[in-house]
Every structure is written in structure tokens, then in C-alpha cells.
């Protein structure tokens, strides 16, 4: 059988959309992994807001049952409002990282549109060798039909003289 000539060029499509599958599969793991992260600075807030909240609440018992002085009430709120800078900081923390999130579904949609356009790339050569196979065969079938045909007229012009 005839050598496909375009078998080099085949080669290259096929590693080429099997590199776009595992960039691919690799952006789907970074943006798993930022939407991970996103959904744990959001669980360290509400942690954080919760703990506030709780220390006011203790700090606000604690005042009025007497067991804390009014002396101790000033650090007592130094300390919640430290907490409300750690919240803040964590609240620029989540903003920086839903970026981090969209950038990776830029990515992943990037990756999607290049295995696409690979895909389509070899499934077109893929059916171009089909359509040259085909056509071989034909040939090929058409030149064992002009063969037999020949031989055919051969063997009548023998038996006729």
C-alpha cells in the first residue's frame, strides 16, 4: 500500500491535540484549585467575624458582671478593632483571589478554544487520508478490473485464432 503523504503532517496534529487535551486538563486543575482557595479565605472571614463577635460578646459580659475593670475595657476594644483590620485585610485577600479565579476561567476558556481548534485541525486531515484511501482503492479496484478485462481479451483473441 502507498504511503500516505501527508503522514508527518498527521503525526503533528495528533501530538498537537494531545498537548492541548493535557493543557487543558492542566488549567481545569488551576482553576479547581483557585476556586479551593477563594472558598477557604471565605471560610477564615467568617471564622474571624464569628471569633469578633464572640469576644465582644464576652468582653460585653464580662463588663457587666463586673469581672472586667474599665481599665482593661480600652484593650479589651484595641484588640476587637485589630480583629476588624485582620477581617478588612482578608476581605482584599478574597477580592485578589476571585481575580486569581477569573484569570484561570480566562485560561481554561483559552485552553478549551486552542483543543477546539486542534481537534478540528486533525479530524480534517483524518478525513482527508479517509477520502485518499478511498480513492486508492478505487484505483486500485479499476486497475485489477483493466488488468482482468486484459487478460479477458487475451484469452479470447487466443481461443479465436
Same mark, same amino acid.
Given at each position: 500500500?502507498?504511503?500516505?503523504?501527508?503522514?508527518?503532517?498527521?503525526?503533528?496534529?495528533?501530538?498537537?491535540? !494531545?498537548?492541548? &487535551?493535557?493543557?487543558?486538563a492542566?488549567?481545569?486543575?488551576? #482553576? $479547581?484549585?483557585? +476556586? @479551593?482557595?477563594? *472558598? !477557604?479565605?471565605? &471560610?477564615?472571614?467568617?471564622?474571624?467575624?464569628?471569633?469578633? #463577635? $464572640?469576644?465582644? +460578646? @464576652?468582653?460585653? *459580659?464580662?463588663?457587666?458582671?463586673?469581672?472586667?475593670?474599665?481599665?482593661?475595657?480600652?484593650?479589651?476594644?484595641?484588640?476587637?478593632?485589630?480583629?476588624?483590620?485582620?477581617?478588612?485585610?482578608?476581605?482584599?485577600?478574597?477580592?485578589g483571589?476571585?481575580?486569581?479565579v477569573?484569570?484561570?476561567?480566562?485560561?481554561?476558556?483559552?485552553?478549551?478554544?486552542?483543543?477546539v481548534?486542534?481537534?478540528?485541525?486533525?479530524?480534517?486531515?483524518?478525513?482527508?487520508?479517509?477520502?485518499?484511501?478511498?480513492?486508492?482503492?478505487?484505483?486500485?479496484?479499476?486497475?485489477?478490473?483493466?488488468?482482468?478485462?486484459?487478460?479477458g481479451?487475451?484469452?479470447?483473441?487466443?481461443?479465436?485464432?
Amino acid at each position: 500500500m502507498a504511503q500516505y503523504r501527508l503522514q508527518a503532517l498527521l503525526g503533528i496534529r495528533e501530538r498537537a491535540e !494531545e498537548e492541548a &487535551k493535557q493543557y487543558f486538563a492542566d488549567m481545569q486543575a488551576a #482553576l $479547581r484549585h483557585q +476556586e @479551593e482557595l477563594l *472558598q !477557604e479565605f471565605e &471560610k477564615e472571614l467568617e471564622d474571624m467575624i464569628a471569633e469578633r #463577635l $464572640r469576644r465582644r +460578646e @464576652e468582653y460585653s *459580659q464580662k463588663l457587666a458582671s463586673g469581672e472586667m475593670k474599665i481599665t482593661d475595657q480600652s484593650s479589651a476594644y484595641r484588640y476587637i478593632d485589630r480583629l476588624k483590620e485582620r477581617e478588612t485585610d482578608q476581605k482584599y485577600k478574597i477580592e485578589g483571589q476571585k481575580e486569581s479565579v477569573k484569570q484561570a476561567e480566562m485560561d481554561l476558556k483559552r485552553s478549551k478554544d486552542a483543543l477546539v481548534h486542534a481537534t478540528q485541525e486533525l479530524k480534517a486531515l483524518l478525513k482527508h487520508k479517509e477520502k485518499w484511501e478511498t480513492e486508492l482503492k478505487k484505483k486500485r479496484a479499476q486497475r485489477q478490473a483493466d488488468e482482468m478485462d486484459e487478460i479477458g481479451q487475451t484469452i479470447y483473441n487466443f481461443k479465436k485464432n
